[in-house]
């Protein structure tokens, strides 16, 4: 396939180097640090999955307050408004919390794990064996390099159906502002579906519509397609428990859902799509870790430290600002830590098209711009 002999490409010509920087393998920054951290940070949160269950059940009481929406009074339907709000961010902590459930952080392996998770990301349209082999497994090993699925297109790949969606939704100097507000909702649902149905259709890595296809074994492509009409049952459920009712459907389903996706993209934007690929898996380089505000931390178990998350995925994320500290002291300089708007900024100033693994560029090929721009506040 043409896509295949792009990547073998650029792959047989990748640097071990970025600029003057020489890169650093994931696990010299975990045999450096691991002995500096206590060993309870390394002990399951069970606390974080009581959260999960709570946000469960705000999601479940929206819906159940929905389902007499038709007896309100049309001018206090606006007080529904805040609740859908607070639905919108519960989707978030289940995307979240579910995250660090399948790292292990949250309890020791088990067999609620794997129920739990899938009702914690079904809101995500996401099937559990799914996350499990696109996240655990390929994006964590090949993080923001030409194996990575959820990198940046390259500009040389075929002009498909996904890479001109994702060209026309995220954010970028090329993004129409109303696709941008469009893709905030939907770009997690097309990024899903983009995924699932390689492995699902075709089980290929010739696939090029996704930015870097992978494979999966026979077992869990069958459980992933089961696990798929599960989700879709969940789904048609609520609707039918809302009786298709379209104001109830807009307000206690459409939005939270939107909500909880565009929060949920606007970390995920932020976590890799400025940064620069590299062939080699240095955390460091290839990831970046936002400041937001306090609460967000509280709200979000700490899920803008997400290069510390990367070094050590299953570690407890209370200690995230812990790996933070040690990194500031061992490799100061290095990391890419930036306030969340000013990542959003540059996010928007930069093209999104990876031209090779140092530049950006524009889907006309016509902009060159270093990745190291985008990088703007290293400590």
Known sequence: MKSEKILN???????????????????VYVKKLRPLLPSEAFEPDRHKLVILLVNLGIVVLGWGIASHLDQWPVY??????????????????????????MHGSVQKKSWLTYPIAFLGLSMLFMPPTQWKNLHNLVHHNNTNSL???????LYQQPDTWGKWIQNLFVPSVE??????????????????????????????????????????????????ALECLGILGIHLSILFYLEFNPLKIALAYILPIALGHAGAMFYIYTNHMGCRMTS????????????????????????????EHHIFPSINSNYYPMVQELLQIHYPGR????????????????????????????SSGEMSVDCGKSQADQV
């Open 335 to 362: 990391m890419n830590l930036i306030d969340a708007g000013e990542a959003w900024g540059l996010l928007m100033e930069t093209p999104r098209h990876y031209k090779d693994e140092l530049t950006f560029t524009d």
């Open 147 to 153: 194996a990575d699925p959820d990198r940046n297109y």
């Open 280 to 307: 080699i898996n240095d955390p460091l380089i290839n990831s970046a870790s936002l400041r937001v505000p306090k609460i967000f931390d509280v709200l979000h178990f700490n899920f803008s430290y997400h290069t």
């Open 76 to 101: 206090l339907l606006w007080l529904y408004l805040p609740l859908a709000i607070i639905m919108g961010n519960s989707i978030i902590v289940l995307l979240f919390s579910s995250h660090d459930l």
């Open 175 to 224: 993004v129409n502002p109303l696709w941008l507000i469009i893709g905030m909702a939907g770009s997690w649902f097309v990024h899903n579906f983009r995924n699932v149905s390689s492995v699902l259709l075709f089980n290929d890595k010739s696939v090029d519509y996704v930015p870097a296809a992978f494979t999966v074994s026979p077992k869990d492509r069958l459980t992933i």
């Open 9 to 27: 490409t650029l792959d047989n010509t990748a640097k071990p180097t970025l600029g003057k920087e020489t890169l650093i393998h994931h696990s």
